[in-house]
């Protein structure tokens, strides 16, 4: 079994249901158990496009599945959830990235591992950091090292009584 850290975002379509039924689809994977889940946390959208506010959260999976299964069973996920690809950076109903998985160093079309994001996106660094304190990730170091953008949007954690 090796470890797999998945990137979960949503912020359509009641995107806390998105996200908590993601935990449920990745659980229920063939060859992949969950192991430990991020709180959810709410932030603004990064990037280019007029969007509304998103949940992200990170799920740890122990599983048995090389990246490119791993890959093709997060994209039946985001599938069957009702993503749609139209723009990139776009508003969606469900991401899931592959974040890290094992000691894997993979850069080829279509698959990137470790995720190229991780290191400046605070909702991925404080669910990451709360599951996996002292990860050493491939090639970009000790997940402690990585700072928490200040100019990048304001990030909270979202709260058990609260709904969307
Ligand atoms: N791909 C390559 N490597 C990977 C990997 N490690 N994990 C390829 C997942 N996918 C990987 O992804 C495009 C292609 O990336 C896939 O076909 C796969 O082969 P996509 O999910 O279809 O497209 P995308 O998500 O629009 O593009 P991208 O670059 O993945 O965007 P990001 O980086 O996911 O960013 N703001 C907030 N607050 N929270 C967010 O979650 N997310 C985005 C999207 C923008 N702003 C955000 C958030
Ligand atoms: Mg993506």
């Known amino acids: 079994m090796t470890p797999a850290f ?15 039924a993601a935990f449920e689809l990745l659980d229920a994977m063939d060859g992949a158990r969950l192991f430990a889940r991020s709180s959810l946390y ?6 280019p496009v007029d969007q509304p506010r998103y949940i992200n959260a990170v799920a740890l999976l122990h599983t ?8 093709n069973g997060l994209q039946d996920i985001e599938d069957f959830q009702g993503r749609k690809r139209e723009v990139r950076w776009g508003p969606r109903v469900l991401d899931l990235d592959l974040l890290v998985h094992g000691d894997q160093d993979i850069n080829e079309p279509g698959l990137k591992v470790p995720h190229p994001g991780i290191a400046y996106r ?11 304190p002292d990860l050493v990730i491939p090639g970009l170091g000790r997940l402690e090292d990585m700072a928490i953008d200040e100019n990048e949007p304001p990030i909270s954690r979202v709260q058990d009584q609260e709904d969307c």
Do not use: C, M, Y
């Not at 048995?64 to 890959?71: G, H, K, N, Q, Y």
């Not at 909702?123 to 990451?128: E, I, M, N, Q, T």
């Open 42 to 47: 709410r932030s603004e959208a990064l990037g």
């Open 122 to 132: 605070n909702f991925v660094l404080l669910p990451l950091r709360e599951i996996a």
């Open 6 to 20: 998945i990137g979960i975002g949503s912020n359509l379509n009641d995107p806390i249901r998105q996200v908590e």
């Open 64 to 71: 048995t599945l090389d990246s490119r299964e791993l890959l």
